[in-house]
């Protein structure tokens, strides 16, 4: 018999704790309300379940025959970091015929295949808990079906708190700072991802 606990207590420390995704979704929160979140909020989880699977399916084989793979997955999750840094720190600049636009579900989703903290997550996972005498579809599911119930609470939250900094927001040195703050704690998220 499997316990579900050990995996579930994992999920839950990694999901609740800060990352890009949770910083993301903090600013998505205060910037666009939590109802235009939502999308994000569902793209991080459909992204976070693909590369579970592909880890759960041998991915990590992928990565220990050439290395080189994941350091280019890592720079190019460490720019686009910075670039969304950047998207954040211009967001609450007013501009004649641009308004910003949260992320989408395909967009976040496609974010985790860069987010090094998902890697991280997904690998070590996959290679503490899979319980490969389920065979692989049902430990796939297995794998799948706990994190992303422990995951999207907790993504929720962050989502959740950055709207409740919305009456704060609304001053504009309130916004310049928050987006600076967010900004800069992407951009520190990036450069530490390949440093």
Not at 63 to 69: G, H, K, N, V
Not at 76 to 92: D, N, Q
Request: charged residues 10%; aromatic residues 12%; proline residues 6%.
């Amino acid at each position: 018999m499997i316990d579900p606990l050990p995996f579930a207590t994992y999920s839950f420390v990694m999901s609740i704790t800060p990352g890009p995704n949770n910083v993301m979704l903090t600013a998505s929160g205060a910037t666009f309300g939590f109802r235009r979140t939502v999308p994000h909020i569902f793209g991080v989880c459909a992204g976070f379940s693909v590369v579970l699977l592909a880890v759960c399916a041998g991915l990590d084989a992928l990565f220990t025959r050439w290395p080189e793979a994941q350091t280019v997955l890592r720079w190019a999750g460490a720019a686009y970091l910075v670039y969304l840094g950047w998207r954040i720190l211009r967001s609450g600049e007013a501009k004649a015929g641009h308004s910003p636009k949260p992320l989408t579900v395909l967009e976040a989703a496609a974010f985790q295949f860069l987010n090094p903290k998902a890697w991280v997550m997904t690998l070590t996972a996959a290679a503490m808990f899979l319980p490969r005498e389920l065979g692989f579809v049902t430990a796939c599911v297995y794998m799948v079906g706990v994190m992303a119930l422990i995951n999207l609470p907790c993504i929720t939250a962050w989502a959740l708190f950055g709207s409740s900094l919305r009456s704060f927001l609304a001053r504009p040195a309130g916004r310049v700072a928050f987006n600076a703050m967010m900004s800069v704690a992407l951009a520190v998220t990036g450069i530490a991802m390949v440093m």
